[in-house]
């Protein structure tokens, strides 16, 4: 995979054909959509949406990761998923003519390619795999929510921190030829302890448990890799 720094203006096509948005469309109609979409590289800590103004913009992420979250009136922050390479952002705004539903931040330097609300609309129209593909992905996203409250109700924080890792694991599932699954994106103990509900100390506690199990090892970049799916999906039952 090419690296961020790595890519130059002509290798947008190139980037494509990654992207599960636009999985089934032919060579020409990638090249539709690299001739309408524009590459924009957004320095960590940019707000790429804000909750409740109207959406003009859908975003793919080709590199990087993005916190999806709504800041509370009295501070807190609920954070609502992470996104990385191949996600999408913004395009329920250009759907229901509504304002954003939450509030998005990179956390590291993010590259992503948008269209404008016109060219989303028509590739929509246009190309009918894309369309389905979008179904396909909003649904995934409401599985993984209903899944997620489940946790939320029924188990500790072990239990919802291996539910969180797990889900990262199947949704990029970047296979080694170990069978392990190394989640792409910028994932500090913190963003964790948001996602599940938990105190940051608690969740670095049962981190620290399940490196010590050897379910999971975390590299220089901070990027997680599950070791061990089933020994983490023991502590979901």
Not at 120 to 146: G, H, M
Not at 206 to 227: E, P, S, Y
Request: proline share 3%.
């Amino acid at each position: 995979m090419l690296k961020m720094a790595e890519i130059r203006t002509d290798d947008t096509r190139s980037l494509l054909s990654d992207i599960p948005l636009l999985g089934g469309l032919a060579s020409k109609q990638l090249d539709w959509v690299a001739q309408r979409s524009h590459r924009r590289l957004f320095p960590a800590g940019t707000n790429v949406l804000t909750f409740e103004q109207p959406g003009e913009a859908f975003y793919i992420i080709l590199f990087g990761t993005v916190k999806v979250h709504i800041e509370q009136t009295d501070g807190r922050d609920v954070v609502l998923s992470m996104l990385g390479s191949g996600d999408t952002l913004g395009e329920m705004s250009l759907i229901d003519s509504v304002g954003h539903s939450a509030s998005a931040i990179t956390l590291e330097d993010t590259l992503m390619l948008w269209m404008d609300n016109a060219t989303f609309k028509k590739l929509l129209d246009e190309y009918p795999p894309v369309a389905r593909n979008l179904v396909k992905i909003l649904s995934a996203r409401i599985r993984l929510s209903d899944q997620l409250i489940q946790a939320f109700a029924t188990l500790d924080v072990y239990g919802r921190v291996a539910r969180q890792l797990l889900a990262f694991a199947e949704k990029y599932n970047l296979n080694n030829s170990k069978g392990e699954v190394r989640i792409p994106i910028t994932l500090t103990q913190g963003n964790i302890a948001d996602l599940v509900g938990a105190s940051r100390k608690r969740v670095n506690q049962v981190m620290v448990a399940f490196k010590q199990q050897d379910l999971i090892v975390v590299d220089d970049t901070g990027r997680i890799t599950v070791k061990d799916r089933d020994g983490l999906a023991r502590f979901c039952k």
